[in-house]
């Protein structure tokens, strides 16, 4: 396993490069989905727009205005705390390793003040630098008006997900769990309930579109596609760290002589969570002890986070097969919906959670939402195929240029 990239390296290059430490498999693994879920909400909102599904909306913004204060004040914290943490951290990258990168985060003696003091001046530079270039064009403050299309848009509702779905994440971790240490719980990179972040998101990211105009029910069948794609490399991240998303104890033999030992149970060594026994000579890295992960799993366990993210490329295939079919605004989500029941309840029945008495049945948090979610999934479809199928269904379409 890879607690971060500098494992990876090593393993694969045999390259020891320690400022690698600093990069979490997991964070990694969750950046990439955040960038694949953008790559198809980018796809996907140029076809409707060429098709005259989406339209653009006209904006106003004004140029010419000096630099503010508000502008003086971000860019030189921004810039201080990327000099002051980030400079730091390239230089000691084991401080942000383990127990102690709580304690290192928050702390004020751990820090490269120069670097912080001259990237806050570079910031505030950069920024005044720019107000400049605007102003020899634009002397006097001016409004003006642009139109602009939902695939410009696709950054800021990256970045507004990405937020609110770690902040969601978290949130149901914490409800969920009650853990003794909430602090450290709060900065650890493992301790992330995908539901949590999803729900979050979703309303997040709904106040935003309907802000800007956005077909909402657009949005919704294109983001399906985009967030199973998502989740399913995110679930790569919880694969290669190792951070206790893994399946029961399998001792099993394998139903296939093809199929890979690691692919049917693995032991996840080296995992990020510590889990298991101690790990001979830690796994051959020589410094794995730094960050204190050498642990392994006995007996291994299903490798569940590698059958989700199968699963979940499987189900954006057929979803995005059936985007141009389902020409009901919702229909194509509502499929999604089913889908994303069926796959998390199926997988929870061999992964590791904590399980609620609900009406005599023994269900894990995740198995309660996936039921609801499939069960309005069905009456959605159910409604919205009904309405497709009218004899006087037209799918509302606008001029290009509107």
Same mark, same amino acid.
């Given at each position: 396993?890879?607690?971060?990239?500098?494992?990876?390296?090593?393993?694969?290059?045999?390259?020891?490069?320690?400022?690698?430490?600093?990069v979490q498999s997991y964070g990694f693994f969750l950046a990439l989905s955040f960038l694949a879920a953008a790559w198809w909400l980018g796809v996907e909102f140029r076809r409707r727009e060429k098709e005259g599904l989406m339209q653009g909306v006209e904006e106003t913004y004004t140029v010419g205005k000096p630099l503010s204060p508000i502008d003086i004040i971000w860019n030189a914290i921004l810039g201080f705390l990327l000099g002051f943490k980030g400079v730091y951290a390239l230089m000691n990258s084991t401080a942000f390793a383990g127990n102690d990168a709580k304690n290192n985060l928050l702390s004020l003696e751990h820090g490269n003040w120069l670097a912080g003091i001259g990237l806050a001046v570079a910031f505030v530079g950069w920024k005044y630098w720019e107000k400049?270039?605007?102003?020899?064009?634009?002397?006097?403050?001016?409004?003006?008006?642009?139109?602009?299309? $939902?695939?410009?848009?696709?950054?800021?509702?990256?970045?507004?997900?990405?937020?609110?779905?770690?902040?969601?994440?978290?949130?149901?971790?914490?409800?969920?769990?009650?853990?003794?240490?909430?602090?450290?719980?709060?900065? %650890?990179?493992?301790?992330?309930?995908?539901?949590?972040?999803?729900?979050?998101?979703?309303?997040?990211?709904?106040?935003?579109?309907?802000?800007?105009?956005?077909?909402?029910?657009?949005?919704?069948?294109?983001?399906?596609?985009?967030?199973?794609? #998502?989740?399913?490399?995110?679930?790569?991240?919880?694969?290669?760290?190792?951070?206790?998303?893994?399946?029961?104890?399998?001792?099993? #033999?394998? $139903?296939?002589?093809?199929? $890979?030992?690691?692919?049917?149970?693995? %032991?996840?060594?080296?995992?990020?969570?510590?889990?298991?026994? #101690?790990?001979?000579?830690?796994?051959?890295?020589?410094?794995?002890?730094?960050?204190?992960?050498?642990?392994?799993?006995?007996?291994?366990?299903?490798?569940? $986070?590698?059958?989700?993210?199968?699963?979940?490329?499987?189900?954006?295939?057929?979803?995005?097969?059936?985007?141009?079919?389902?020409?009901?605004?919702?229909?194509?989500?509502?499929?999604?919906?089913?889908?994303?029941?069926?796959?998390?309840?199926?997988?929870?029945?061999?992964?590791?959670?904590?399980?609620?008495?609900?009406?005599?049945?023994?269900?894990?948090?995740?198995?309660?939402?996936?039921?609801?979610?499939?069960?309005?999934?069905?009456?959605?479809?159910?409604?919205?195929?009904?309405?497709?199928?009218?004899?006087?269904?037209?799918?509302?379409?606008?001029?290009?240029?509107?």
């Open positions: 396993m890879y607690p971060n990239l500098r494992f990876a390296f090593y393993d694969i290059f045999g390259l020891d490069i320690p400022a690698l430490g600093l400049q270039q605007e102003k020899k064009e634009y002397p006097e403050e001016k409004q003006l008006t642009r139109t602009v299309y $939902p695939h410009q848009r696709i950054g800021d509702i990256v970045i507004i997900s990405a937020i609110s779905g770690v902040f969601g994440s978290k949130l149901f971790y914490l409800l969920e769990e009650q853990p003794e240490d909430w602090v450290n719980a709060l900065f %650890s990179g493992s301790g992330l309930t995908v539901y949590g972040g999803l729900i979050t998101a979703f309303f997040v990211v709904s106040y935003y579109i309907r802000k800007k105009k956005i077909s909402y029910t657009d949005m919704l069948d294109t983001a399906g596609p985009a967030m199973i794609l #998502a989740y399913g490399v995110g679930r790569l991240g919880c694969h290669f760290s190792g951070d206790g998303d893994w399946g029961d104890p399998n001792t099993a #033999a394998k $139903p296939f002589a093809w199929l $890979p030992d690691w692919a049917w149970a693995y %032991s996840y060594p080296n995992n990020v969570i510590n889990a298991g026994v #101690a790990l001979p000579d830690c796994g051959g890295y020589p410094f794995a002890a730094e960050y204190g992960y050498c642990m392994q799993l006995v007996p291994p366990a299903y490798p569940t $986070p590698v059958w989700e993210f199968l699963m979940g490329v499987i189900i954006f295939a057929i979803l995005a097969s059936l985007r141009r079919w389902a020409k009901q605004g919702g229909l194509l989500f509502a499929i999604y919906l089913i889908f994303n029941g069926m796959e998390r309840f199926a997988i929870e029945t061999i992964r590791v959670n904590g399980e609620y008495n609900i009406f005599g049945y023994m269900l894990t948090q995740a198995q309660v939402i996936a039921v609801i979610l499939f069960i309005i999934g069905i009456i959605l479809t159910a409604y919205f195929y009904y309405k497709q199928t009218r004899p006087d269904f037209k799918q509302i379409t606008h001029p290009k240029g509107d």
